[in-house]
């Protein structure tokens, strides 16, 4: 019986292949012996566009719910990005780390993969999931491809530009690039730190989204840290930088509701003091 299905199967499909190829046949105007009367309405015609390559007809037959070759590959790209983040959103660790190449995960939180136990070591944040956006300007270029991707993680919203790769027969992502970009609709601040001071370009904002340009205008490194200020008095960290040299660059794009909030660095001077004793200064978004 199994034999018998098999033969029915591959019988079948050669028949479908035979119709396919007869059909490419026909719509190419295979039929050399064509009326003659044709042949002379044909030369008093236009001139017909150039016969298509058999592959461009064969593909012209296929369902259009099928897609291009080039855009199913570009969904597969973008969908290895989304599935990378929805196990992180998952708490799933193990296939968060699969949808990165090793170099792309170093380079992303500063770890190899094998020392990474939890999603914890990730982020001096607290755990949020992320918010996947649209993608954009997705390309391929072989074994490789690039797109674009908003990702909102608690009060922070960067966009994206990653790299990836083809290993182990799967999409993976070998390079995380952050776009400072911000939206047309967000609230710039120029944001500089100094020696023991952090300067703010205005201290009361509207809420919504608000991208600071922060530069390092010290001799030192620093970093950029926005506090949320609770209630109960008490400081939560919802957004920051990583620690810029000096003369060195960042934007941070949060979106912040109404309250008080507090920008800072809080790193160690060399002798021993930490910055925030000058290093901080509180805003407003009312």
Known sequence: MERFSRTVFWGGLVCVAALLLWAVWWSGGGEKDRATSKQEATRSAPPRESRRSLGERMRSLLPSWLGSPTENASREVEEAVRKTFVAYNKQNLRAFKAGWTDKGFQQAYGLPKEKVRSLDQLSLLSFRPYTIGEFSNTALYGESAATEVGLTYGEVREGHRMSLVREDDAWKIDQDEKLDQPSKDATVVDAKLKFFSLELERTRLAPGTVAFKITNTDTRPHEFIVKKVTASESEETI?????????????????LDPGRYVALCNMISPDGKPYSYGMRTEFLIE
Request: hydrophobic share 30%.
């Open 239 to 255: 957004g920051m930088t990583k620690p810029l040299k000096p003369g060195e660059n960042d934007t941070l794009i949060l979106s």
